[in-house]
């Protein structure tokens, strides 16, 4: 039935057609048939063989989802269990490491100060460039390792070493001209150093030695002498213990006092000095003058032989004022001294190139209270002869009125 309903389809779209071309119709409707079949076939095949292939990606996708979720599970628990050590071994760090940061600290802090010791030692003219192998120990951030340590240890020694011992080197030195020269130097501890029997002070800006532009006098050069010609092992020479300050100043002291006698030129250090002292010594010298030829006349005066008694006290009294005005002035001239002293030191602090060690303020203050000192040593035997003949002078005055009566 369907063959002849599809048959009358075909009649009605084609027309009455001959039997041949009917067959061969027919014969096309089936191939097409059977290639449509096939295609469909094929493409079921093709479906079932994605959908199987689909299906194992699935699964094994799955199985490697859930192998690296085991595995991420695993790294998790793994990382935990590391991070709590890790913190462990912090804090255990933490702990063990704590005095050994102190001890570093202090490495650095030492280094530094043995690193400016170092700079200023007089011990550097015979071994330089001791200073800068720890400057990296004294200033670097990293943690020293034991070569720099045993570094530093051998710096400390050496200069404890050398502080204790006379040596002779040939080192350059540069004389009073600016002229540098090699010479034979003798070098004793960390506190003189000489070379052709003339007194060298180290320049730590520079490094080297040089000559003082003026030496010290002719006894201590002839010490210097000593030691570059003696021959028995011993020699006597001038150790400056202040490492040059002490023998510096006190060349400049004697340069230009060399008329003060040589007792006395402890207490005469420069030109202030020279002018309060004066004005005391002759003050002084004016005032004990004046006391002895008032009390030579209180001797032999005769009270009686005066009209009156306010006669009587004017002669007494005469110049007796000298006395009185040294004993309150002598202090006030000292301390004048004494500020200008302390004035010139602190100018001297502030135009130095390099900077004063404690020696050099020390000296120069204590050399500028000698002036009060001197003042106060005036002034108080003045007081002493302004009272005592003060004294007298009311006993003359009594002396008069009991004998006038009055």
Not at 43 to 65: G, I, S
Not at 125 to 153: C, D, I, S
Not at 213 to 234: K, V
Not at 264 to 293: P, Y
Request: glycine share 8%; with cysteine.
């Amino acid at each position: 039935m369907k063959k002849l309903g599809l048959i009358a389809i075909l009649a009605v779209w084609t027309g009455w057609a001959p039997a041949g071309e009917l067959d061969d119709l027919v014969r096309q409707v089936q191939e097409s048939q059977h290639r449509e079949a096939q295609a469909d076939e094929e493409r079921k095949a093709r479906f079932l063989a994605d959908r199987n292939q689909q299906r194992t990606l699935l699964n094994e996708t799955k199985a490697a989802l859930a192998r690296a979720e085991a595995e991420s599970k695993a790294l998790r628990e793994q990382f935990t269990a590391g991070e709590a050590r890790l913190k462990d071994l912090g804090a255990q760090l933490k702990d063990q490491s704590g005095e050994l940061g102190s001890l570093f600290g202090t490495v650095r802090e030492f280094s530094g100060k043995l690193e400016s010791d170092l700079r200023n030692s007089l011990a550097s003219a015979q071994f330089p460039g001791r200073a800068e192998t720890l400057e990296t120990l004294a200033h670097g951030k990293e943690v020293p390792n034991v070569p720099r340590l045993e570094e530093l240890w051998f710096n400390l020694l050496q200069e404890m070493s050398q502080s204790s011992k006379i040596a002779k080197f040939s080192g350059k030195v540069t004389d009073a001209a600016g002229v540098e020269r090699n010479a034979e130097v003798y070098r004793i501890g960390v506190f003189s150093a000489l070379a052709d029997g003339k007194y060298l002070r180290y320049v730590p800006e520079t490094g080297k030695l040089a000559v003082l532009p003026r030496q010290p006098e002719s006894e201590y050069r002839s010490l210097a002498e000593n030691l570059r010609t003696g021959r028995d092992g011993f020699a006597m020479v001038a150790i400056d213990p202040s490492r040059g300050t002490a023998l510096e100043l006190a060349t400049q002291a004697s340069a230009g006092l060399a008329w003060i006698p040589k007792g006395m030129r402890g207490l005469v250090s420069n030109g202030v000095d020279v002018g309060i002292f004066g004005v005391l010594l002759l003050a002084s010298i004016w005032a004990v003058a004046v006391a002895g030829e008032r009390w030579l006349f209180f001797r032999r005066v005769d009270v009686g032989l005066y009209p009156s008694g306010p006669a009587l006290e004017t002669e007494l009294t005469r110049r007796m004022t000298v006395i009185g005005t040294v004993a309150a002035n002598a202090p006030y001239v000292g301390l004048l001294g004494t500020v200008l002293g302390i004035m010139m030191t602190f100018h001297k602090m502030g135009t130095e190139k390099s900077a004063m060690d404690v020696h050099s303020i020390m000296i120069g203050l204590s050399t500028a209270l000698k002036a009060t000192a001197i003042g106060l040593m005036v002034a108080i035997p003045c007081v002493v002869l302004n009272n005592v003949l003060r004294r007298r002078i009311r006993e003359l005055v009594t002396a008069y009125e009991v004998r006038r009566g009055s």
